[in-house]
Nanobody, 116 residues
Framework: QVQLVESGGGLVQAGGSLRLSCAAS????????MGWFRQAPGKQRELVAV???????NYADSVKGRFTISRDNAKNTVYLQMNSLKPEDTAVYYC??????????WGKGTLVTVSS
């Protein structure tokens, strides 16, 4: 089992910044890719950014150039630096970890609200 705990959400004005953190515990040696997803009210959960154990990254087009995902393997933590936030970034942000056996784990989510 892998446990994921997100932190760093909150209320911010448009144009502002937030940094989300996700700390992993448990069978962390089994984790390969970690990422951030988000779900806005009335919408499906969508990919925001992912990062492999080796540091390769992938971003949704809507956040490219504004968000940066990073990973500290020594601390078993993944971060999402969010800059130039827009009201449409408002959502619950979920941390996700996938293992070498393709099993997925999810955190409980952290709410990000961007006011206009």
């Amino acid at each position: 089992q892998v446990q994921l705990v997100e932190s760093g959400g909150g209320l911010v004005q448009a144009g502002g910044s937030l940094r989300l953190s996700c700390a992993a515990s448990g069978l962390i040696f089994s984790i390969n890719t970690m990422g951030w997803f988000r779900q806005a009210p009335g919408k499906q959960r969508e990919l925001v950014a992912v990062i492999t154990k080796g540091g390769s990254t992938n971003y949704a087009d809507s956040v490219k150039g504004r968000f940066t995902i990073s990973r500290d393997n020594a601390k078993n933590t993944v971060y999402l630096q969010m800059n130039s936030l827009k009201p449409e970034d408002t959502a619950v942000y979920y941390c996700e970890a996938s293992t070498h056996t393709s099993k997925d784990y999810w955190g409980k989510g952290t709410l990000v609200t961007v006011s206009s």
